[in-house]
T-cell receptor, first 115, second 107 residues
Framework: GAVVSQHPSRVICKSGTSVKIECRSL??????MFWYRQFPKQSLMLMAT?????????EQGVEKDKFLINHASLTLSTLTVTSAHPEDSSFYIC???????????FGSGTRLTVV | GIQVEQSPPDLILQEGANSTLRCNFS?????LQWFHQNPWGQLINLFY???GTKQNGRLSATTVATERYSLLYISSSQTTDSGVYFC?????????FGDGTTLTVKP
């Protein structure tokens, strides 16, 4: 199988602080990790693609200085929401390609609330 | 980019009923997946089905790649089937999600 572990599952932070979200591939090496954001009752929108050992690729309209992505190793990718504001409140979810079982495997998501 | 349309947007069923969810996509794709997002937000992979038909218990899916659509069948629905069903297609390494079908199964 393939498991992507995402933490934390829920986080509430004060406006202006930073929050780090981690995604770990537990039983495989993930050279690529995709990060999505989902607003309430909406679909998932790709924010960025992280690749181990190189800079992340951001989708159009996503602020790279606000959403810092690091892919430090073959099993860990992190998303840091810097200087968070209430409009950053959302559900963030990561996924990694798992072609040997077909398709992509998703983490369990992080619900961020900025107050 | 590729467009993904899902229908219907909302579906309400009585427990035990059958349903068909549809996913249309605008261009040829490398793969297609169906997911169930439960009320806690977790995405559960249902099928990886770039073409053909697959079955898993009460669920089955068919993708006709040449006609650019996929269908997800749910038989004998249960209240635990409630949630949002997404299809996602992959083109050039990137996944594009449809807007989902929100399924409510009433007891």
């Amino acid at each position: 199988g393939a498991v992507v572990s995402q933490h934390p599952s829920r986080v509430i932070c004060k406006s202006g602080t930073s929050v780090k979200i981690e995604c770990r591939s537990l039983d495989f090496q993930a050279t690529t990790m995709f990060w999505y954001r989902q607003f309430p009752k909406q679909s998932l929108m790709l924010m960025a693609t992280s690749n181990e050992g190189s800079k992340a690729t951001y989708e159009q309209g996503v602020e790279k200085d606000k959403f810092l992505i690091n892919h430090a190793s073959l099993t860990l990718s992190t998303l840091t929401v810097t200087s968070a504001h209430p409009e950053d409140s959302s559900f963030y979810i990561c996924s990694a390609p798992t072609r040997w079982i077909g398709g992509y495997t998703f983490g369990s998501g992080t619900r961020l609330t900025v107050v | 980019g590729i467009q993904v349309e899902q229908s219907p947007p909302d579906l309400i069923l009585q427990e035990g009923a059958n349903s068909t969810l549809r996913c249309n996509f605008s261009d040829s794709v490398n793969n297609l997946q169906w997911f169930h997002q439960n009320p806690w937000g977790q995405l559960i992979n249902l099928f990886y089905i770039p073409s053909g038909t697959k079955q898993n218990g009460r669920l089955s899916a068919t993708t006709v790649a040449t006609e650019r659509y996929s269908l997800l069948y749910i038989s004998s629905s249960q209240t635990t089937d409630s949630g949002v069903y997404f299809c996602a297609v992959v083109d050039a390494g990137k996944s594009t999600f449809g807007d989902g079908t929100t399924l409510t199964v009433k007891p």
